[in-house]
């Protein structure tokens, strides 16, 4: 059992770098490989897909600066941080604004599993844990 | 024979020898004497050996009975002061003895009144320090509580408070606090 799910990981990571171009995700390489699993259907491949999904995923959401607000921002805001992230990371980001009225007013920013926050819930939120 | 007619004949009669004339008889007395020997044998044989002889015997109980009597004088003189010198010898021990119970008592009830201090103020120290803690937790949920409370008002107020315009202003501060961090 534990070999069968080693041999999905090890499956899903090849056609994962099959989807890659110079080590960046090819939106015209995903589709290909997608095709070549439609025609060539492999052991497990509901398994397959799921940790390929995963992994695209993952891979997306290092390249994707998610900009959640709440009220109006500009497309400069996340132009800026966008281009900030690109020059933290030293990788190309794009930014994607995401309205979070929770937040009350301010920013909060995913770049894959790292998040940035100046936002008034997170202030207030703080100053709760620490009362 | 009277008297009188004893000298009547003694009158009458030629001069006889003394014998005659007191009339004693040699025949007669040893006969006489035989019989006194016989009656003397049977008495003593049958009579005075006896009676002298539980006499004796009587003597000698007596003086047995006596020397038991002065022995067990002697014994029971012995005893008394044998029990005198226990008794003292008791009377010395009960009092020693309870001298030292009053002494352990004392001791036991000095160890427990010090053992019931010592428990006494250990819970009191206990009791206390249970009581600041309840305390300062009591003051750390009401802390926590009011804070709570007031971030959950700031944010019911700020959320129908803050005006587009306030919270595009703030979205840019935070942009620029972001992109300089």
Known sequence: MASGKKQIQQLARQLFKLSLVDGVLSAERVPGVLEYLEKHYPAQSLAVLKAYHRLVKAEVARGQAVVEHAGPIGDSIVT???????????????????????????????????????????????????? | MTPLLFLASAATTAEPGIAERFGLDAKSIVMQVISFLIVLFVLYKFGIKPVTATMEERARKIETGLKDAEAMQAKLAAAQEESAVIVKKANGEASRIVDDARKSAKDYLDRQTQEATAKANDLLGKAQQAMELEH?????????????LVVITTEQVLAKKLTDADRR???????RELTNA
């Not at chain 1, 770049?111 to 009362?131: I, K, N």
């Not at chain 2, 300062?136 to 709570?148: G, P, S, V």
């Open chain 2, 169 to 175: 202003a703030y979205n840019e501060a935070a942009a």
């Open chain 1, 80 to 131: 800026g941080i966008a281009a900030a992230m690109t020059k933290r990371y030293r990788r190309n980001i794009t930014g994607l604004s995401r309205p979070e009225p929770s937040l009350i007013a301010g920013l909060r920013v995913r770049v894959g599993d790292d998040v940035y926050e100046s936002t008034v819930a997170g202030q207030l939120a703080a100053l709760s844990a620490s009362a």
């Open chain 2, 136 to 148: 300062k937790k009591m003051l750390a949920d009401a802390r926590q509580e009011i804070a709570r």
